[in-house]
């Protein structure tokens, strides 16, 4: 009895059982000062500058919004040495930011061996793969950003 109310008072997020409300409670997020559709470009050109990045077409996972009401916009990496598929989103937010959060990794190109950052992964695995991230992609499209400005 005793565990089922607790796990009522979880799903209802009345109790702090890790229960954020909104989407992507555990992502890591990344605040950048330029638009929403700035950042959108800056994450095309890097993709088209790093075409091995790009998720492999037989995944049907496409970058975008899933439908006109969807606050996110859907961003999918690939790293192909370690076979493995990064899902981010890009969101507007105040003051002229924009949110880049990584959200999870895909084991494989078989959808649905997702593993949540700051959620799934030890903290020494975990803070690995956010360096990964930050190294590989985010630092370069912080890069492109910073051309552009400058151009």
Not at 10 to 19: H, K, T
Not at 77 to 105: C, K, M
Request: include cysteine; glycine fraction near 6%; charged fraction near 25%.
């Amino acid at each position: 009895m005793i565990v089922s109310l607790l796990g009522l008072i979880c799903m209802l997020g009345i109790s702090s059982c890790n229960y954020a409300s909104g989407g992507y409670p555990y992502a890591e997020r990344y605040e950048l000062n330029v638009s929403e559709s700035v950042l959108i470009e800056a994450v095309q050109q890097f993709k088209l500058k790093n075409p091995q990045l790009n998720v492999p077409d037989s995944t049907r996972l496409k970058d975008g919004r899933n439908s006109a009401e969807d606050h996110w916009y859907h961003v999918y990496f690939y790293y192909p040495d370690e076979n493995q598929i990064l899902y981010t989103w890009l969101r507007s937010g105040d003051n002229g930011h924009t949110t880049f959060a990584f959200v999870s990794i895909n084991d494989g190109l078989e959808i649905g061996n997702w593993k949540e950052i700051n959620k799934d992964y030890p903290d020494r695995s975990n803070a690995m793969h956010k360096q990964v991230f930050e190294r590989r992609i985010l630092d370069k499209i912080k890069t492109i950003l910073k051309n552009k400005r400058t151009d």
